[in-house]
């Protein structure tokens, strides 16, 4: 039985949101319901407390009068210290805690329906809009965990750490998400983790906008995303950008400049903003390829490896069937070039090319390109459905011993989409020639695949036809390639072999052109040597055959002359040795 990867749907997407729903419920309220974490003036504060930024009334009996005053404050109380009653931040830190603990069932149930629809906008987003790749089930699944996780590492700073909330890293998964995905999907998640962060204290605004402008300026500095090295750069402008936003929001609320605020270290809400980015930056660049395994996406080193021809299973293919490996490596060289004029992932779908065919391994005779010139095919002694079922077979098998080999599953995946659904053609047209005297359908020609669901397994589904057809194109011209080119592309349209690839229309136009263009220069021509000149010619002469004598039939009268001026030049000794003709008799008397 062959497994292959699963897209996700909505039911899927209702089950992921309300699980994770929960999941960031706890998260965020687990620490309300232990008694033990209660603050109590006169005794040490059992976690750091943290009471968002906001508006308050103090009043300052000092000069001798009353004064009442109207600000804002964000209070921070390190983990450990005394809660003195005589400290206003104290008092105000036990009174927001106690409103808090425990949390009523309302507040629970609002918490959950806000992260359930936020889970159900994130999921929707993917499966509707989202980037090919992440509109399977498992990419959705490690992307809901690693932004789990990061919600996780954010309460706990909150908890046990004095820091500013302003450095939680928390741009480094937008990051992850532009390298493994697209941009697009990177906003959207950072949108998502800024919301739930922002949760953990109160839906502080000025921490969602920071959190929001950092994960955003990230995504869009982040200019060459083949060099992961740049997440640092990103990393570092995203910092200076949330820190510039964190005092235009301050002096908005406040009306002045607080630049006094640098001058608290670590404690310094603005060095927070900026050491937050540049975290990010850091955390993004060490936590690489872990994050994206987690997404189900391969890392760039380790395709670079898997290019390696020195691959066993590279070998065993080279070894084992030559035929199917020089195919793949021709079809590697076409895709490559598609892949990268539609901004697909060319290496990812280089490395597909090299591995699609390995199941071809196990009875590499039974397809054309292994036999030998002149040696005749097993099919010739099958009936057709045995054959269609040797052939098929490739996939299943093809499947096993990539993932045995410990080959990543994006890269498995372009075994069994290469071919799809589609029907062995040769062999059901065989059968219905041989009037199907089993009475089979359609079905038992089918492969037993799936249709492609990313723009790399697709791509690779069209050259596999294109590199087998480009092979009976004479001349090799642009014109012919493209005509042939734009009719495999509609045959699998028709077929609906492409519905779920997010190929578009202006993709399958671009390619055409590249993969014409591409076929043409691996059928260029070449300028001939000159011993290659002299052996045609002198295999022409060979081959050319000699004329045969012409005679001609003269009349009497130009031959008598003829022999009269032969016999005048012709050497006496020749004369003697002539016989004379013997003379003539007399004509008889009638």
Same mark, same amino acid.
């Given at each position: 039985?062959?497994?292959?990867?699963?897209?996700?749907?909505?039911?899927?997407?209702?089950?992921?949101?309300?699980?994770?729903?929960?999941?960031?419920?706890?998260?965020?309220?687990?620490?309300?319901?232990?008694?033990?974490?209660?603050?109590?003036?006169?005794?040490?504060?059992?976690?750091?407390?943290?009471?968002?930024?906001?508006?308050?009334?103090?009043?300052?009996?000092?000069?001798?009068?009353?004064?009442?005053?109207?600000?804002?404050?964000?209070?921070?109380?390190?983990?450990?210290?005394?809660?003195?009653?005589?400290?206003?931040?104290?008092?105000?830190?036990?009174?927001?805690?106690?409103?808090?603990?425990?949390?009523?069932?309302?507040?629970?149930?609002?918490?959950?329906?806000?992260?359930?629809?936020?889970?159900?906008?994130?999921?929707?987003?993917?499966?509707?809009?989202?980037?090919?790749?992440?509109? #399977? +089930? !498992?990419?959705? =699944?490690? $992307?809901?965990?690693?932004? &789990?996780?990061?919600?996780?590492? *954010?309460? @706990?700073? /909150?908890?046990?750490?004095?820091?500013?909330?302003?450095?939680?890293?928390?741009?480094?998964?937008?990051?992850?998400?532009?390298?493994?995905?697209?941009?697009?999907?990177?906003?959207?998640?950072?949108?998502?983790?800024?919301?739930?962060?922002?949760? #953990? +204290? !109160?839906?502080? =605004?000025? $921490?969602?906008?920071?959190? &929001?402008?950092?994960?955003?300026? *990230?995504? @869009?500095? /982040?200019?060459?995303?083949?060099?992961?090295?740049?997440?640092?750069?990103?990393?570092?402008?995203?910092?200076?950008?949330?820190?510039?936003?964190?005092?235009?929001?301050?002096?908005?609320?406040?009306?002045?400049?607080?630049?006094?605020?640098?001058?608290?270290?670590?404690?310094?809400?603005? $060095?927070?903003?900026?050491?937050?980015?540049?975290?990010?930056?850091?955390?993004?660049?060490?936590?690489?390829?872990?994050?994206?395994?987690?997404?189900?996406?391969?890392?760039?080193?380790?395709?670079?490896?898997?290019?390696?021809?020195?691959?066993?299973?590279?070998?065993?293919?080279?070894?084992?069937?030559?035929?199917?490996?020089?195919?793949?490596?021709?079809?590697?060289?076409?895709?490559?070039?598609?892949?990268?004029?539609?901004?697909?992932?060319?290496?990812?779908?280089?490395?597909?090319?090299?591995?699609?065919?390995?199941?071809?391994?196990?009875?590499?005779?039974?397809?054309?390109?292994?036999?030998?010139?002149?040696?005749?095919?097993?099919?010739?002694?099958?009936?057709?459905?045995?054959?269609?079922?040797?052939?098929?077979?490739?996939?299943?098998?093809?499947?096993?011993?990539?993932?045995?080999?410990?080959?990543?599953?994006?890269?498995?995946?372009?075994?069994?989409?290469?071919?799809?659904?589609?029907?062995?053609?040769?062999?059901?047209?065989?059968?219905?020639?041989?009037?199907?005297?089993?009475?089979?359908?359609?079905?038992?020609?089918?492969?037993p695949g799936m249709k492609p669901q990313?723009?790399?397994?697709?791509?690779?589904?069209l050259v596999d036809s294109i590199e087998?057809?480009?092979?009976?194109?004479?001349?090799?011209?642009?014109?012919?390639?493209?005509?042939?080119?734009?009719?495999?592309?509609?045959?699998?349209?028709?077929?609906?072999?492409?519905?779920?690839?997010?190929?578009?229309?202006?993709?399958?136009?671009?390619?055409?052109?590249?993969?014409?263009?591409?076929?043409?220069?691996?059928?260029?021509?070449?300028?001939?040597?000159?011993?290659?000149?002299?052996?045609?010619?002198?295999?022409?002469?060979?081959?050319?055959?000699?004329?045969?004598?012409?005679?001609?039939?003269?009349?009497?009268?130009?031959?008598?002359?003829?022999?009269?001026?032969?016999?005048?030049?012709?050497?006496?000794?020749?004369?003697?040795?002539?016989?004379?003709?013997?003379?003539?008799?007399?004509?008889?008397?009638?």
């Amino acid at each position: 039985m062959l497994r292959t990867r699963v897209r996700a749907g909505a039911a899927a997407g209702l089950v992921l949101s309300l699980l994770f729903a929960g999941l960031f419920t706890i998260v965020s309220l687990a620490d309300l319901f232990v008694s033990s974490l209660t603050p109590m003036l006169g005794a040490p504060a059992p976690v750091t407390l943290r009471v968002p930024y906001g508006p308050r009334i103090t009043q300052d009996a000092r000069a001798g009068h009353s004064q009442v005053s109207y600000e804002h404050a964000r209070i921070i109380v390190p983990r450990g210290t005394l809660l003195d009653d005589n400290n206003d931040d104290h008092r105000a830190a036990c009174a927001y805690e106690s409103l808090r603990r425990p949390p009523s069932g309302p507040r629970i149930v609002s918490y959950f329906a806000l992260y359930f629809i936020l889970c159900q906008m994130l999921m929707a987003y993917l499966r509707r809009f989202g980037q090919s790749r992440v509109r #399977l +089930l !498992r990419p959705q =699944v490690g $992307l809901l965990f690693l932004i &789990l996780g990061s919600v996780v590492a *954010a309460k @706990l700073i /909150f908890l046990f750490t004095p820091l500013p909330e302003f450095w939680i890293p928390m741009a480094a998964l937008p990051l992850w998400v532009a390298l493994a995905f697209d941009r697009r999907t990177a906003f959207i998640v950072d949108l998502s983790v800024a919301f739930i962060a922002a949760s #953990l +204290l !109160r839906f502080d =605004v000025i $921490l969602f906008s920071v959190l &929001l402008t950092r994960g955003i300026s *990230a995504t @869009l500095f /982040f200019f060459h995303r083949r060099h992961p090295r740049q997440m640092l750069i990103a990393g570092t402008f995203s910092g200076l950008t949330g820190a510039f936003a964190y005092i235009c929001l301050t002096t908005v609320f406040e009306g002045r400049l607080q630049l006094e605020d640098l001058t608290q270290g670590l404690s310094s809400n603005i $060095l927070a903003c900026l050491g937050g980015g540049v975290l990010a930056g850091f955390l993004a660049r060490g936590l690489r390829e872990p994050a994206e395994r987690a997404m189900g996406h391969v890392s760039r080193d380790k395709l670079l490896d898997l290019t390696d021809l020195e691959q066993p299973l590279l070998k065993k293919m080279a070894a084992e069937a030559p035929g199917s490996w020089e195919h793949a490596r021709a079809m590697a060289n076409l895709a490559e070039a598609s892949a990268a004029a539609i901004h697909a992932d060319a290496l990812l779908t280089r490395v597909g090319a090299y591995y699609h065919d390995l199941g071809k391994t196990v009875q590499p005779k039974y397809f054309v390109e292994n036999l030998q010139p002149g040696e005749s095919s097993p099919h010739e002694e099958l009936d057709p459905d045995v054959s269609a079922d040797a052939i098929m077979t490739h996939v299943v098998v093809g499947a096993k011993i990539l993932r045995a080999g410990g080959i990543p599953e994006p890269v498995v995946e372009f075994c069994y989409t290469h071919h799809g659904t589609q029907v062995v053609e040769f062999f059901w047209h065989k059968c219905n020639e041989q009037g199907n005297p089993k009475g089979l359908t359609q079905e038992h020609f089918r492969y037993p695949g799936m249709k492609p669901q990313t723009k790399e397994t697709a791509i690779l589904m069209l050259v596999d036809s294109i590199e087998a057809a480009s092979r009976t194109i004479w001349p090799p011209e642009q014109k012919k390639f493209e005509e042939m080119v734009q009719k495999v592309m509609f045959t699998k349209l028709q077929s609906g072999q492409l519905d779920d690839s997010g190929l578009t229309i202006e993709d399958l136009r671009t390619m055409t052109g590249r993969m014409a263009s591409t076929l043409v220069n691996m059928y260029h021509g070449r300028i001939k040597y000159p011993w290659q000149r002299e052996a045609e010619q002198r295999a022409a002469a060979a081959a050319t055959p000699a004329p045969e004598p012409v005679v001609l039939a003269l009349p009497p009268a130009v031959i008598e002359p003829a022999k009269a001026d032969e016999e005048a030049t012709a050497p006496e000794s020749a004369k003697a040795a002539t016989p004379a003709p013997p003379a003539a008799s007399p004509p008889e008397k009638t």
